[in-house]
């Protein structure tokens, strides 16, 4: 009876509400123009706050009056609008934006449109970095950026990574580009007490990130001024939506291993290679016998071979990998969150190396008013590293390669291991030694923005970072420090950086002109202390800290610090919606540098022409987007030490006394190291932007480089800071993104970039070379180019090494004649360490529920010294183990080999030469994923939004020539060095790793 | 306009951080010079720090000694080690990278300079002299180490114009002050120690702790004057240690060597702590166990040194075993003071110049000779030879770095080498010869 009731009453009233504008229930479905349902379409009533979303299936419902006006928003779609008329149902086909993907890109203080950049910024969102389950931050993206280099130091699991952004341009400054999070700069320093660096980004979880910008050329970078140079790294994290609160678990699994190993000799071929080696340098048999008989226990061991130890096995193991993660995002119109927490555990490849990450982040911004708006942005991480010793130390596992295949690694036992080895057995460091860390990372983020007027904002933000490093080592009575019953230390850092900004955005249209103007000044204070010490002596091994001590050895103390003062400004005008101008400036002032040079302008101007916005290209569907792109700039680089403007006396202490000598000899004149860039770039789309292409033409030219200087140690230094020296790097961007396939069951997009690069050392002080063991700086070579002797082969009559003497003759060629005698050839550029064209090529496949990408990964033109070759490679001149092609050396007169004779001890082409020096060109599979959505009806009745399975691997093939581990693995110790740079030696190489994950969203 | 305030009060915080002040800072480890040099206080510290560099484990802590020890062997050592550097010396084939060599300049010459400056800032006080003697007693010792490494021998009786060191004489502690100085000769450079050295002792008390006195610098003197064969010079030297330094040979001979402290055989010792300083004579020969680097030892002795021995003799049994090797026990404890100047070496100096001489100065050579046997429980020599002298030179100061010096001072050969060989003299440095076009390279280097 009641139902009745209404439902006569509602009949009576309908006409009414349609008469009065009643309210009513919409519903439809969001598709785009390929008739593929969007979910995440935001849907307002106009001039309301009355809003919602489309559901996974593109559907949404939404309570609205007649006459009212639904407004369909999408990123890279047009936005639509549809009054609401008789129809309950309204279904709506969005369109592709056809001038531009109205992409919003984040830049320094601020965001942008892509259709309105005029910089060169690379930008990789949530959605690439989501796909594959990488350890770090900076592995996510390796091949996605065009002209962005990144590589991981060697395959420790901490390893430091290099981003180098189109070319070095710098010798002694960092080459490092500056990392900005939600706004902030952050510490950028590794903390490592050995030379092994750690990568001080390792905290933040690759997970927490909503999308990454590299700002590349100067009109970019150049609002960050004195520390552009290198490119900025801005990163967003992920923010809380308006709407249903979304909960996002993943979790995945992989085994891990090295991408390569090399094949070393056995017992038979040991034995084989250095008897031969020992009879030519005049041993005599038993004189061998008595050399193997001391590292192995039995003669039979060696003589029957009853021992054949594979030492690299011992040192490359199985790793895996452990990800788990969980976040809530979520809000209403007031306030929104985003909260996630993750773990993360690596069990590295290289026996004894392990990282355990958890990690924590909560954003939260909330809006006081209409016009005030406050947030908070805050990360905190705790992760535990299981480390190894660099890679220039027998304790390394690595170097374990050079044990000779007949010492046994354990004792009878099979636990204790072997003492009685070539080199010291670096088992012992998993048996009697421990070397831990533990890295606190919190980086918080306040801020609040006030709209002064309609167009007047303004933005204050106060960043904190605080990297917090403890790092424990322990050395029992079997180590390297048996003859002081063990050794321990422990190092602690405090790095903690306080960022002020504030900063005025002004937004308003004059007639046809848009403009857009920022200005601020920002405060930036980085103070660092650190605290050390170390003991001997302990009664136990199981008694590791420093209380246990016998005596302490050493202790100290030190703190440092810098600052930044800045002030900066932007003008952006867009007219007519075609022709977009842009200039910025930045004052840095930096107390790193000498008094005359406090203070550093860096301007940028930039314009762009929408070519395809002009009467005769608008609305034509084949060429859909046309811009040119024109910039100029300066940024600057100020990453050197603290005080190295000043001549300084130091601390030197001898039998305990108090001492103080000079430490180093300063230049009050120093300044930052200044770069012009300029770039050109050209836009392209075609076929309604199925396929888009760009193609960027760069300059940039660096001088007063901030440079070590060598000088005469018979001045009591060797080197001064100076800027001194200039060098440029050109080079040609070409990214192409086409929609390969779209269809309602089947998508297939491709991704490709090609860089190229050209570096030349174009002055330096005095056009002097200067020179870093293996590498050099020279006056129209490229930066770090490899510095030789060129080896010549083997004389096939005497089988002695040969080498080039390229000496310079008076024409200016230089005596190609060949000598045995080292010490008569002269040295001659042999190589660049840095790659002259790096590529990335990705392919996204969907078919149904299932997808698919893969991402190859090139470069192309860099050489890497094994500098562990004149160990490992060298006919058996002294007892390391070698690698197995030494044994096609040279045996008797007539034999053509590259291996000269084998001597043991006899220097037979052991120095450092280009025998050792490899080209490193390499395309590799970075990763491989394949995946599968469960349909949305089955899921949906688990009350589950999204539930996805994959595979991913990373780093399942390699193509490459190079003949030591990996192309990429260089040495640790030198990661620090411009100068020295691609240097192998005992390298581990990255690990390939097999992962199954899932994505679970509610 | 209602929002007029707020914008005065935001422009006001967006000014509040004060400017200059924020960017001068002052490191917290470091002094300017300043300060420093017109601070007499200071300059014992400017001192202390120029024992230090002299005292570094690549000077005169154990890295040069090897070298001298290595490229002097011909079969009484082994070399087993893993590092390049001792390598290339063992098998005489040096480079101009070789790290060891280039080691040796850089830090000597920090050293210098830092003599340099002190003595460029030498204010007078009560213990100015003493410090001016020190300082020069350490830049003397210094070039002499050098000029022994990297000239081609000292010849006696002619002028010695190869090419010698740069002869630095002024601190450099700006760096608009720093020079490209070319080689002096190797005359000017001995000329130069000579001067030191006699400063020094001038200048020296009769014993100054564990730092230099003027027997010291006397004794470095007198091992100057032999290599230059200045044989009376060195006798007069070696006679004034001998009777006047208050040292005299250590009951036994073990008792020489393996002392934390100084022992009343040892005129000078570089000094070691746990704390401080690094004992490389350690590194190099002892064996693991000991805080060597390998279980066989990096250096081990071998059969044709032995044969030196006839009959019993301390000397010949003080060893020990390594992994199937035979290492000295004179470097066996890692935290030892190196001993720089024994008095045993002046009974050597003193006995072989009065042998050559023909005089009896203090003793006669046969009775300062036996003086060192008796002492190591060795039979006496009747009718002493020079070799006989020479010889129980290598006895007595084996394996501490004396190899190298004597075998060219002596004229001798070393594995069909001739004493003057090119090869047998350092390189200079790679690194020194790229960041001075003004240095010559050595002869027999030409990468």
Redesign the interface.
């Known amino acids: 009876m009641k139902n009745l009731f209404w439902k006569v009453l509602t009949f009576f009233l309908i006409p009414l509400a349609f008469a009065y504008g009643q309210e009513k229930v919409i519903t439809g479905t969001v598709s785009d123009s390929d008739g593929l349902v969007l979910p995440g379409v935001n849907i307002v009533v106009e001039g309301t706050t009355n809003g919602t979303q489309t559901d996974f299936d593109g559907n949404y419902s939404i309570t609205v009056s007649e006459g009212e006006v639904l407004v369909f928003t999408y990123i890279g779609l047009k936005t639509s609008t549809r009054v609401v008329g008789d129809a309950n149902v309204i279904n709506i086909q969005m369109e592709m934006d056809a001038q531009a993907l109205d992409e919003v890109l984040v830049v320094g203080f601020g965001q942008t449109s892509k259709r309105r950049l005029t910089d060169n910024i690379a930008s990789i969102s949530s959605e690439q970095i989501r796909e594959v389950p990488v350890p770090n931050l900076q592995s996510t993206l390796v091949g996605k950026a065009a002209g962005v280099q990144i590589t991981q130091v060697n395959g420790k699991a901490e390893s430091g990574i290099q981003v180098r952004v189109r070319g070095v341009s710098t010798i002694t400054g960092s080459q490092e580009p500056l990392y900005v999070v939600d706004g902030i700069p952050i510490i950028n320093n590794n903390e490592s007490v050995n030379d092994s660096p750690i990568n001080p980004l390792i905290g933040i979880n690759p997970d927490d990130i909503e999308s990454i910008e590299i700002l590349k050329d100067a009109s970019s970078a150049a609002i960050y001024g004195a520390r552009g140079t290198n490119g900025v790294v801005l990163i967003t994290t992920k923010k809380g939506k308006q709407g249903k609160t979304n909960v996002s678990l993943r979790s995945s699994f992989g085994v891990s291993q090295a991408t390569n190993k090399r094949e070393w000799l056995n017992t038979e071929e040991y034995v084989e290679l250095f008897t031969e080696a020992g009879l030519n340098s005049g041993f005599s048999e038993d004189e061998l016998a008595?050399i193997f008989?001391?590292f192995s226990e039995n003669e039979e061991d060696w003589r029957e071979g009853l021992v054949d130890t594979d030492w690299q096995d011992l040192a490359l193991v199985e790793g895996d990998v452990q990800d788990i993660g969980v976040s809530v995002s979520g809000g209403n119109e007031k306030t929104r969150f985003f909260i996630s927490t993750g773990y993360n555990k690596t069990n590295g490849i290289v026996r004894g190396n392990r990282v355990e990450r958890y990690s924590f982040r909560a954003n939260m911004d909330h809006n006081v008013s209409d016009r005030f708006k406050i947030g908070i942005n805050s990360a905190i991480s705790k992760t535990q590293i299981s480390r190894l010793s660099d890679d220039n130390a027998f304790a390394t596992p690595l170097q374990a390669v050079?044990q000779i295949p007949f010492s046994r690694p354990f004792t009878d036992d099979g636990v204790t291991p072997n003492?009685?080895?070539?080199?010291?057995n670096f088992l012992f460091q998993e048996f009697n030694a421990d070397h831990n860390v533990n890295v606190w990372r919190n980086i918080l983020n306040l801020f609040g923005e006030?709209q002064?007027?309609d167009n007047l904002r303004?933005r204050?933000e106060f960043g904190y970072d605080l990297n917090n490093q403890v790092e424990e080592r322990f050395f029992g009575s079997l180590t390297?420090f048996?003859?002081?019953n063990g050794n321990a230390d422990i190092n602690s850092v405090q790095n903690e950086k306080y960022v002020?900004n504030?900063y005025f955005t002004y937004d308003n249209s004059f007639g046809p002109v848009d403009l857009n103007l920022v200005g601020?000044?920002s405060?930036e204070?980085d103070n660092r202390t650190l605290q050390t010490v170390e003991g001997?002596d302990f009664p136990s091994d199981d008694l590791q800290t420093i209380d246990s001590a016998g005596?302490?050895?050493?202790g100290g103390s030190?703190?440092?610090?810098?600052?930044f003062?800045s002030y900066f400004g932007r003008a952006n005008a867009t007219i007519l919606g075609k022709y977009i101008l842009k200039g910025s400036f930045r004052i840095d002032?930096?107390?790193r540098f000498g008094e005359e040079q406090?203070y550093g302008v860096f301007p940028a101007f930039s314009g762009g022409w929408i070519i395809s916005e002009e009467n005769f290209l608008k609305g034509n569907t084949a060429l859909s987007n046309l811009k040119l792109r024109a910039s100029w700039g300066l940024t600057g680089n100020a990453e050197i030490g603290?005080?190295d403007s000043?001549?300084?006396?130091?601390?030197?202490?001898?039998?305990?006394?108090?001492?103080?000598?000079?430490?180093q000899?300063?230049?009050p004149e120093l300044g930052w190291e200044e770069t012009t860039q300029t770039n050109f770039g050209i836009d392209l789309g075609f076929l309604n932007n199925r396929i888009t292409a760009s193609v960027d033409y760069y300059t940039k030219i660096t001088d007063g480089i901030l440079l070590d200087v060598?000088?005469?140690?018979?001045?009591?230094?060797?080197t001064?800071v100076?800027n001194s020296g200039e060098l440029e790097n050109k080079g040609l961007e070409f990214v192409l993104n086409t929609r390969n396939f779209v269809g309602d069951k089947f998508n297939w997009s491709t991704s490709f970039n090609i860089a190229t690069n050209k570096n030349e050392v174009t002055a330096l002080p005095?056009d002097?070379?200067?020179?870093a063991?293996e590498n050099i700086a020279r006056v129209g070579e490229p930066i770090a180019s490899f510095f030789l002797?060129e080896y010549a082969g083997v004389n096939s009559e005497t089988g002695d090494a040969q080498f080039y003497r390229n000496?310079l003759l008076p024409d200016g060629t230089r005596d190609r004649e060949k000598t045995n005698n080292?010490?008569?050839?002269?040295?001659v550029v042999a190589g660049n360490p840095f790659p002259e064209i790096i590529a990335g090529l990705t392919n996204n496949l969907n078919f149904g529920g299932f997808d698919a990408s893969f991402t190859l990964q090139g470069q192309w033109g860099a050489s890497v010294y094994n500098r562990g070759g004149?160990?490992q490679s060298t006919n058996a001149h002294?007892l390391?183990n070698q690698s197995r092609d030494q044994l096609r050396r040279w045996q008797q007169p007539g034999d053509i080999t590259d291996v000269p004779q084998a001597r043991l001890?006899?220097?037979n082409g052991n120095?450092?030469s280009t025998r050792f020096l490899d080209e490193a060109d390499f395309v590799r599979l970075r990763n491989l994923t394949l995946g599968y959505t469960f349909p949305s009806g089955i899921t949906e009745k688990l009350k589950i939004q999204r539930l996805r399975l994959y595979f991913t691997g990373i780093n399942l093939l390699t193509f490459t020539d190079y003949n030591s581990w990996d192309p990429e693995a260089t040495a640790d110790f030198n990661a620090g060095n411009t100068l020295s740079a691609g240097i192998e030696f005992y390298s581990a190489p990255p690990a390939k790793t097999f992962t199954f994950g899932f994505n679970l969203d509610f | 306009m209602k929002?007029l305030n707020?914008?005065l009060l935001?422009l006001a915080?967006?000014?509040f951080?004060r400017?200059?002040d924020?960017?001068?800072?002052e490191?917290?480890?470091?002094?300017?010079?300043g300060p420093?040099l017109a601070n007499p206080e200071?300059t014992r510290?400017?001192?202390?720090?120029?024992?230090?560099?002299a005292?570094e484990n690549e000077v005169l802590s154990g890295q040069s000694q090897l070298a001298s020890e290595l490229l002097a062997n011909v079969g009484e050592l082994t070399?087993r080690g893993?590092f390049?550097e001792p390598?290339e010396f063992?098998?005489k084939?040096m480079?101009a990278?070789n790290f060891f060599v280039q080691e040796l300049?850089?830090i000597s010459?920090?050293g210098?300079?830092?003599t340099?400056?002190i003595l460029d800032n030498l204010q007078v006080s009560d213990e100015s002299d003493i410090i001016e003697g020190e300082a020069k007693f350490i830049r003397g010792t210094l070039y002499f180490e050098l000029a022994r490494f990297f000239a081609l021998p000292y010849e006696a009786g002619s002028t010695n114009s190869q090419l010698g060191l740069?002869i630095?004489l002024e601190?450099?502690?700006?760096?608009g002050?720093?020079?490209?100085?070319t080689r002096n000769t190797l005359e000017e450079v001995y000329d130069q120690i000579i001067r030191d050295l006699n400063d020094a002792y001038n200048l020296l008390p009769l014993s100054n702790d564990?730092f230099a006195d003027r027997y010291a610098a006397q004794a470095v003197l007198a091992r100057a004057y032999l290599q230059q064969g200045n044989y009376a010079a060195a006798r007069d030297a070696a006679d004034d240690v001998l009777n006047n330094s208050g040292h005299a040979l250590a009951t036994t001979y073990a008792e020489a060597f393996n002392n934390e402290t100084d022992g009343i055989e040892d005129i000078f010792m570089w000094?070691i702590?746990?704390?401080?300083?690094e004992n490389d004579f350690n590194t190099f020969w002892a064996i693991?166990?000991?805080?060597?680097r390998?279980?066989?030892g990096d250096v081990t002795v071998e059969a044709p040194y032995f044969d030196l021995f006839t009959g019993s003799d301390d000397r010949s049994t003080f060893f020990y075993e390594g992994?199937?090797?035979i290492v000295t026990s004179k470097w066996q404890s890692?935290f030892a003071n190196v001993p720089y100047l024994r008095i045993a070496e002046m009974h050597l100096i003193r006995a072989e110049s009065n042998f050559r001489l023909g005089t009896a100065v203090g003793l006669s050579p046969e009775d300062e000779i036996n003086t060192l046997r008796v002492r190591s429980n060795a039979v006496p020599i009747a009718g002493l030879t020079l070799q006989d002298i020479l010889d129980e030179r290598k006895r007595e100061l084996g394996f501490e770095g004396h190899a190298l010096h004597d075998a060219k001072r002596l004229q001798l050969s070393i594995d069909g080498r001739p004493y003057n060989d090119d090869?047998l003299v350092f390189p200079i440095p790679?690194?020194?010869l790229?960041?001075?076009?003004n240095?010559e390279p050595n002869p027999?280097?030409?990468?």
Do not use: K
Not at chain 1, 646 to 663: D, E, F, M, V
Not at chain 1, 822 to 827: D, K, L, Q, V
């Open positions: 008595g008989n001391i050079a003492n009685e080895t070539l080199y010291y006030y002064i007027t303004f204050t390297e048996a003859a002081t002020l504030n601020g000044m405060f204070q001997q005596e302490i050895v050493a030190s703190r440092t610090f810098f600052n003062l002032g930096s107390s406090r603290n005080f000043r001549t300084l006396l130091g601390a030197r202490t001898y039998n305990q006394n108090p001492g103080l000598s000079i430490t000899l300063g230049d060598p000088v005469p140690s018979t001045s009591g230094v060797q001064v100076r005095n002097a070379d200067i020179i063991v002797v000496t080292f010490g008569e050839a002269s040295r004149v160990f002294s390391d001890d006899g220097g120095q450092e | 929002h707020l914008i935001l915080t967006f000014f951080v400017c200059d924020n960017l001068e800072l490191p917290a480890q470091s002094l300017t010079p420093v200071n510290d400017l001192l202390i720090a120029a024992y230090d560099f005292g070399w893993t390049v390598d063992d098998i084939q480079t990278p300049w850089e010459y920090e210098i300079n830092q340099n400056v740069p630095m601190g450099v502690v700006d760096a002050a720093i020079t490209f100085p564990i000094q702590t746990p704390q401080d300083g693991r166990d000991f805080g060597g390998s279980i066989t992994s199937g090797t890692q090869l790679q690194r020194e790229d960041a001075n076009p240095l027999g280097y030409s990468n």
